[in-house]
């Protein structure tokens, strides 16, 4: 992609326009109560650059800081204490490994209706010192005011990534390998910042 191209626009993530969450499944003693983890993601950024017109010539880099994780069960003070213990010091080690990366390295997207598409985005994850291909599939929504919205869900094993699902409440509540990440990202054109100013 030329950044010279004067079509294509640089919108950046918004966290307070968006939802990014993390769904667990347990297993153990406490799955047959309705224990299922769901994860809210926190701290997040990043841009995308694409031809609102057309999507094309898109990239996507997605920072998320690891740190930002919270379990938003209705649980107790003490086990989400200890869920969220768990998962930011053994599971994620964010001491070691602050920061989880997206990277796309190819976007394809198919107009749907007047301003919406759907994208595959394909590129690279690197979470818990591990980089892996991984493939986004999205809805996304370009409207005249300059925002952007992207809506989807994707799967991820933690195994993939050298990552021991997390242990918790005495051991009674496990997760199993595979998480479901859902979102609907809001990103801001630079130029409706600028027009906001």
Do not use: W
Not at 69 to 78: E, G
Not at 186 to 192: E, Q, S, T, V
Request: proline share 3%; glycine share 8%.
């Amino acid at each position: 992609m030329s950044m010279n191209d004067a079509s294509v626009v640089r919108y950046r993530i918004d966290a307070s326009r968006s939802r990014f969450v993390v769904q667990g499944e347990a297993e153990g003693m406490l799955s047959m109560f309705g224990h299922d983890p769901v994860i809210a993601v926190c701290g997040f950024g990043g841009d995308v650059r694409c031809d609102p017109d057309t999507l094309a010539s898109a990239s996507l880099l997605m920072l998320v800081q690891a740190d930002s994780l919270a379990v938003v069960n209705k649980v107790s003070d003490k086990d989400k204490r200890e869920m969220e213990r768990g998962m930011r010091q053994d599971v994620l080690e964010i001491a070691r490994y602050p920061e989880i990366v997206f990277m796309s390295t190819q976007v394809s997207a198919n107009r749907t209706a007047e301003a919406q598409y759907q994208a595959r985005i394909n590129g690279n994850l690197s979470l818990h010192g591990v980089t892996r291909a991984q493939q986004i599939n999205a809805q996304i929504t370009v409207d005249g005011s300059g925002l952007l919205r992207a809506r989807g869900e994707f799967p991820l094993r933690q195994s993939d990534y050298n990552i021991k699902p997390v242990s918790a409440v005495g051991g009674t509540l496990r997760m199993k390998d595979e998480l479901r990440l859902s979102f609907d990202i809001g990103a801001i054109a630079d130029f409706g910042l600028r027009n906001a100013d």
